[in-house]
């Protein structure tokens, strides 16, 4: 499997922003977007299933959107009132089977918030 990263760049506070994947292989089980500041661990901000079914993390919900189209294997984030703390290098993430813990990582995208 093989993650294609999109989007990213330099917005302003309250601004907004967008990430694409696109995934290649077969229709994943799950679709997701991480992040990682220098220094911290790895957090999960928003995942979505084959199914649709979505999950945030706190600091993303109301004001980011995940959403995935199976018929293109892609998953876009749309981030909106961003602020200063959600300046990150943000990557996609697919879980293939659902029962597997195999997971495949796409390149990183750098996303700042500053003014």
């Known amino acids: 499997v093989q993650l294609q990263a999109s989007g990213g760049g330099s917005v302003q506070p309250g601004g907004s922003l967008g990430l694409s994947c696109v995934a290649s292989?077969?229709?994943?089980?799950?679709m997701g977007w991480y992040r990682q500041v220098p220094g911290k661990q790895r957090e999960m901000v928003a995942t979505v299933t084959s199914g649709g079914t979505t999950d945030y993390a706190a600091s993303a919900e109301g004001r980011f959107t995940v959403s995935r189209d199976n018929s293109k294997n892609t998953i876009d984030l749309q981030m909106g009132s961003l602020k200063p703390e959600d300046t990150a290098v943000y990557f996609c993430r697919v879980r293939p089977l659902k029962w597997s813990p195999q997971d495949y990582w796409g390149q990183g995208t750098l996303v700042t918030v500053s003014s």
């Open positions: 292989g077969s229709i994943p089980y799950l």
